[in-house]
């Protein structure tokens, strides 16, 4: 491989690295669609404040929305931004659940997180023990940290 085609792969992944997550319109209704057989499901956001993450909840908030999942407010600190989420500083994005909704939320939980890698948004999904987090037990979480 010639030099100047090595410096344009590299280019190419580092404009990949750095750019933002995003969910066009069409994206955005394919989750929807799957997610509509989960209506009435609850779910909040804790958000790192960068505007990268802060893009991707309005995108992700939108298309759950739109299938009838009903978003519940988390004022654990009282550092929400706009009322739709609460600050904090993390790098990870995950989608959290408790052990005793998982009966009712694990199939939601993997649906959505199948569906967000299908449009190429990567997300960590854990279980965690009741009360550890002193979020609701009867909602998933959705935790959208900086891009890594």
Do not use: Y
Not at 5 to 25: C, F, H, N, P, Q
Not at 64 to 82: E, P, Q
């Amino acid at each position: 491989m010639r030099v100047a085609e090595r410096e344009k792969l590299a280019r190419i992944k580092l404009e990949e690295r750095m750019a933002w997550r995003r969910l066009t319109s069409g994206q955005k209704d394919r989750i929807t669609q799957r997610l509509k057989a989960f209506s009435g499901t609850h779910f909040d956001f804790f958000t790192n404040p960068s505007p990268e993450p802060m893009e991707l909840l309005q995108a992700i908030d939108s298309a759950l929305s739109s299938a009838g999942w009903i978003r519940d407010s988390n004022h654990l600190s009282g550092l929400t931004v706009g009322g739709i989420s609460e600050n904090i500083l993390t790098s990870r994005s995950v989608i959290q659940i408790s052990q005793s909704g998982m009966p009712k939320l694990l199939p939601a939980m993997s649906i959505l997180v199948s569906a967000l890698k299908d449009e190429g948004i990567l997300f960590e999904s854990h279980v965690m023990p009741d009360g550890s987090s002193g979020r609701n037990n009867a909602a998933i979480h959705v935790i959208i940290g900086t891009k890594e």
